[in-house]
């Protein structure tokens, strides 16, 4: 690999002396002489072969072929700069990359601010998502592929904080046969009509969604089910929580079933090894738990207002 002719130093003196406008206040900021400024700014036109600077009147101003090695140059010192601050976070011991298997009926707008408040403070490390279904997170775990996972189980081996509950409602688009019944259903009744399912993500495909019958679609994305659900060509239990608009909007309805109508999950964070937890992942584990429980002190605050008489009776 080619070696650079010019060094940090003096990219640093020709992107302060046009920073500084000038090579004296130039010489303060960075504590150089000027004419080891002037010397550097002339090697890097004699070995680049272009003119940096040109006389407009009584002031140099900057060629453009100088303005665009100002700009590359003042890249390349931020490079650097951070190149330096990444390696001091190694030497603390951050990890540059932190792995985690997050289950899909956890709320997607809550985990991507999570990663962002993440992000906020560490925005060098890489982050490294796995978005599972059913016995995905397991094997993640089992596997080592993740620092953290996000689940509704916990595998044997592993030991899990309950995180936060997910309600989830069984639904279909409003036109669906089964709204058209009248009347509360019955598991017999589901099982005339198709079930749409969510596929496992692990190799193994060990666990199934709960099937009712023989007549299901299995796909892989939660986007695809719902999509398909209000479009009037399934039902299916879905995280209340993903579903809420679709509620709201009236894409969806929730199915009268005399039983089974809602179901609670928990869903448990857990470490792949805590002993050997980075200050990346047990920091990245705190914010999941504090803004997992700030949401759900507002959902709780919600439920309340929803079910007082006075928004009860209007």
């Not at 408040?117 to 997170?137: D, W």
């Not at 996972?149 to 688009?173: K, N, Q, Y």
């Not at 909007?249 to 005399?258: D, I």
Request: proline fraction near 4%.
């Amino acid at each position: 690999m080619a070696q650079p002719r010019i060094s940090i130093e003096q990219w640093n003196a020709l992107v302060s002396v046009v920073e500084s406008g000038g090579y004296a206040k130039a010489a303060e900021r960075i504590h150089k002489s000027q004419s080891t400024l002037s010397y550097s700014v002339q090697k890097i036109e004699r070995l680049l072969g272009v003119k940096v600077f040109e006389l407009r009147g009584r002031k140099a101003a900057l060629t453009a072929a100088g303005e665009l090695l100002y700009r590359r140059g003042k890249a390349l010192l931020e490079s650097a700069v951070q190149l330096e601050h990444v390696a001091g976070e190694l030497a603390k011991g951050w990890e540059p990359e932190l792995r985690l298997a997050v289950d899909v009926v956890f709320p997607t707008w809550l985990l991507l601010g999570c990663l962002a408040e993440f992000g906020r403070e560490r925005a060098a490390t890489r982050i490294e998502l796995y978005e599972t279904t059913l016995s995905g997170h397991e094997e993640a775990l089992l596997e080592r592929k993740v620092d953290l996972a996000i689940g509704g189980i916990v595998p044997a081996g592993f030991v899990g904080d309950p995180l936060m509950p997910v309600r989830f409602v069984c639904a279909a688009a409003p036109g669906h046969p089964l709204h058209q019944l009248g009347r509360p259903l019955g598991v017999e009744d589901l099982r005339r009509h198709r079930h749409l399912v969510i596929r496992d993500s692990s190799a193994q495909r060990s666990r199934t969604a709960g099937w009712l019958n023989e007549t299901r679609w299995t796909v892989s994305h939660k986007a695809t089910s719902i999509r398909a659900a209000t479009m009037g060509l399934g039902y299916a239990w879905y995280p209340e929580d993903s579903v809420r608009e679709e509620l709201e909007t009236g894409a969806l309805k929730r199915l009268p079933l005399r039983e089974g109508a809602e179901r609670i999950a928990t869903l448990y964070l857990m470490y792949a090894d805590r002993d050997a937890a980075g200050p990346g992942t047990q920091r990245l584990a705190e914010i999941l738990r504090e803004e997992v429980r700030k949401s759900c002190a507002a959902e709780r605050s919600r439920r309340d207002r929803a079910d007082t008489p006075a928004a009860a009776t209007g």
